[in-house]
């Protein structure tokens, strides 16, 4: 099986990569900016046809949840001009097509985890662009299966795990906001479901539960707790550690709106799948131990001191 992954440099993305690696019956193509430029239709055309996919895939996004505020349009060229593009040149082929999304296209203000049937009401630019690249999938073609996941993390690239890290190296004590919650997800787990997912969709006219699902790690947590979780494993594997205090999402200013609430109920994924993605802290601790290995510098004298944490 031959899978097109629209990005390269995203977590998802890499996560998917280095699985397909691993499992010879797959073969995942991950290609980006220039050589597939989602708001370029002409290198989504050439890409196909050098690839020949069975699935496609789109982990491509704008994702820079601030910088969306005062570049509107950038988001919606990628997050909705763009997922438009490749889910049209996926219909005319006949190829079913996964498409990654995300909780922000929800308000953040239930009591409780979200639904696929709630309704959306997103509150930030990134958001409004991903909920409108999720109606132009629908729109495009029938068979899809668009994911909505929350607070991604992995051994790859800066991430909020990573950048705590990084700052433990430096600082006696961080702080993070403990007033908002999640689904925290492994960027490693959420790829070997979209494998799964991706093995069990055959041909365009197979028989499949089409539509839209959350998925996400099991449990829930807000940015303090997830923290302070990856600073334990960090000092139990020999790595930096810090104090953690926990703040308000007032006390962090941010230019787009973060949500109080990100949870995402998964229980259909888990009906009508059989998938769930395991407790967050045992994903956690596996991520933490890759960073430690890879990515950590040589001590750079750097005196300690407070420092707030960014939340995504």
């Known amino acids: 099986m031959r899978l097109l992954v629209a990005g390269w440099h995203g977590q998802i993305a890499q996560a998917l990569v280095e699985l397909a690696a691993a499992t010879p019956s797959i073969t995942a193509l991950s290609v980006g900016r220039p050589a597939l430029d989602l708001c370029t239709p002409s290198t989504i055309r050439s890409t196909f046809v050098a690839t020949r996919p069975d699935v496609m895939i789109n982990t491509a996004a ?3 949840v601030d910088a969306a505020e005062s570049d509107e349009r950038a988001a919606f060229d990628l997050n909705c001009r763009g997922a ?52 132009e999938v629908v729109g495009a073609i029938p068979c899809h299966l668009i994911l909505r996941t929350s607070w991604v993390f992995s051994p790859y690239g800066r991430n909020f795990v990573s950048h705590v890290l990084d700052l ?32 069990r969709l055959g041909g365009i006219d197979a028989e499949v539960p089409w539509g839209t699902y959350h998925i996400a790690g099991g449990g829930e947590a807000s940015w303090f707790t997830l923290a302070r979780k990856a600073l334990e494993f960090s000092g139990a594997l020999g790595g930096p550690t810090a104090r953690v205090r926990p703040i308000s999402g007032a006390d962090y200013a941010t230019r787009a709106p973060r949500l109080a609430n990100s949870r995402l109920d998964t229980a259909r994924m888990s009906r009508n799948f059989g ?32 420092h707030k944490a960014r939340q995504g």
């Open 62 to 64: 704008y994702t820079a």
């Open 84 to 135: 438009a593009a490749f889910a049209h040149l996926a219909a005319r082929h006949g190829v079913p097509i996964i498409h990654m999304s995300t909780g922000y296209v929800f308000d953040g203000e239930k009591d409780g985890p979200y639904g696929e049937d709630d309704a959306p009401r997103p509150q930030t630019v990134y958001g409004r662009s991903k909920l409108a690249g999720e109606a």
């Open 168 to 199: 433990a190296r430096e600082r006696d004590e961080i702080e993070i906001v403990d007033d908002q919650v999640g689904s925290p997800t492994s960027a490693l787990d959420l790829a070997a479901a979209v494998l799964d997912l991706a093995a």
């Open 275 to 306: 998938i769930s993605l395991p407790p967050w802290e045992q994903s956690l601790e596996v991520c933490v131990r890759r960073l430690l290995e890879t990515d950590a510098p040589a001590d750079n004298g750097k005196t300690k001191r407070s």
